[in-house]
């Protein structure tokens, strides 16, 4: 079971898409623990459950929304349903996404598409709806993860470095939106992260030499508390020696 923190984000109202598993459960487990009501958001209805029940273990409040963030109308039913509910949205991670590709040459238009309707597309749709709440309710927060694939690319990395690149863009162009509303937009580009260690020890998490799933949760809680005139457009986390 995870310690209880010192709340920093008591009573905001927290969307974390992707949230099942992996990046996106550590971030929806460390924002309950900052006291944040948080909505798990992702297609696997059990899994997501499974957090909720993590959540409420640890004295946390949080709720399911099944969603396809590829899917429009599903975007739409999640920011409709939690505004609903609660009134606002305060925080959206965007944080669902999918890897894919190879050899440019040796991609299928089918897993160009899927990779680019899950990661571009579907953040897209999340960010748009976010965006025109929080413009309404006079600001909030949207970070969308990205990755270190999004700064560079590599020979096999085409379509997915592609769609992180996307992400960045349209972060930068977000932010530059929301400044005049007080919505803060940024980025957080990870290297490569201990996803499948979630719920290990933090033993085992070291052992892996891998970025531990729960320091990018922090620096997303960070990015969340940061005070009003200060914005971070893009956070870059990597393993200590990476060479990229």
Request: charged share 20%; hydrophobic share 40%; glycine share 12%.
């Amino acid at each position: 079971m995870l310690e209880m923190r010192n709340v920093r984000l008591h009573g905001k109202i927290t969307i974390v898409t992707g949230s099942s598993s992996g990046i996106g459960k550590a971030m929806a487990l460390r924002f309950g623990q900052e006291g944040a009501t948080v909505v798990v958001a992702a297609r696997r209805k059990a899994l997501c459950e499974r957090t909720v029940h993590q959540i409420q273990q640890n004295g946390g409040e949080a709720i399911v929304v099944q969603t396809d963030v590829a899917d429009e109308q599903q975007v739409e039913r999640l920011m409709g349903d939690t505004v609903s509910r609660y009134g606002r949205i305060d925080i959206l991670v965007n944080n669902a996404g999918i890897g894919g590709g190879g050899p440019l040459a040796e991609t299928s238009t089918r897993t160009f598409d899927q990779v680019m309707g899950v990661n571009l597309r579907g953040t897209f749709f999340c960010c748009r709806e976010a965006f025109r709440h929080m413009k309404q309710q006079g600001g909030g927060v949207i970070i969308n993860m990205s990755s270190v694939a999004g700064l560079q690319a590599w020979a096999g990395t085409g379509i997915y470095s592609a769609s992180k690149h996307g992400i960045l863009a349209l972060t930068k162009s977000l932010a530059d939106e929301g400044r005049p509303y007080h919505i803060k937009v940024s980025a957080i580009c990870p290297g490569g992260v201990a996803d499948e260690l979630v719920d290990a020890s933090s033993a085992e998490i070291e052992r892996s030499e891998k970025i531990d799933p729960f320091d990018v949760a922090d620096a997303a809680v960070y990015l969340s508390t940061l005070g009003k005139y200060t914005v971070v457009h893009t956070l870059v986390i990597d393993r200590l020696g990476a060479d990229w």
